[in-house]
């Protein structure tokens, strides 16, 4: 089955900077959409972008405001997202996923991935001021 591992999460400074790296193994097995979700203590789970690796598409939630960038080496099987401008509110667990649904939930057009998502064990990323 699919698996995703997650790296790249640090603690730094307000106003910098961070690439997370989400290596898949057997992703070719299926076609998903792949992408990055964010939880904080105490809150919702949040989608931030996606990616459609078959041709590169990607899609952003509405809240990310510019900051985060998600691509992808093919080669790798590897996503990235990047992050800047970082602020303590993007303190949170960062987890990739896996799923045909995991494109529309990031948008909002459902309400969360499916069930049957895959998901990486997660990257801390901790901003300070």
């Known amino acids: 089955q699919v698996k995703l591992v997650e790296s790249g999460g640090a603690s730094v400074q307000a106003g910098g900077s961070l690439r997370l790296s989400c290596e898949a193994s057997g992703y070719s097995d299926v076609i998903n959409c792949m992408g990055w979700y964010r939880q904080a203590p105490g809150k919702e789970r949040e989608g931030i972008a996606a990616i459609y690796p078959p041709d590169g598409s990607t899609y952003y939630a509405q809240t990310v405001k510019g900051r985060f960038a998600i691509s992808q080496d093919s080669a790798k099987n590897t996503v990235y997202l990047q992050i800047n401008s970082l602020k303590p509110e993007d303190t949170a667990m960062y987890y990739c996923?896996?799923?045909?649904?995991?494109?529309?939930?990031?948008?909002?057009?459902?309400?969360?991935?499916?069930?049957?998502?895959?998901w990486g064990q997660g990257t801390q990323v901790t901003v300070s001021s």
């Open positions: 996923a896996a799923d045909p649904s995991v494109c529309a939930s990031v948008t909002g057009s459902v309400s969360a991935p499916s069930v049957s998502t895959y």
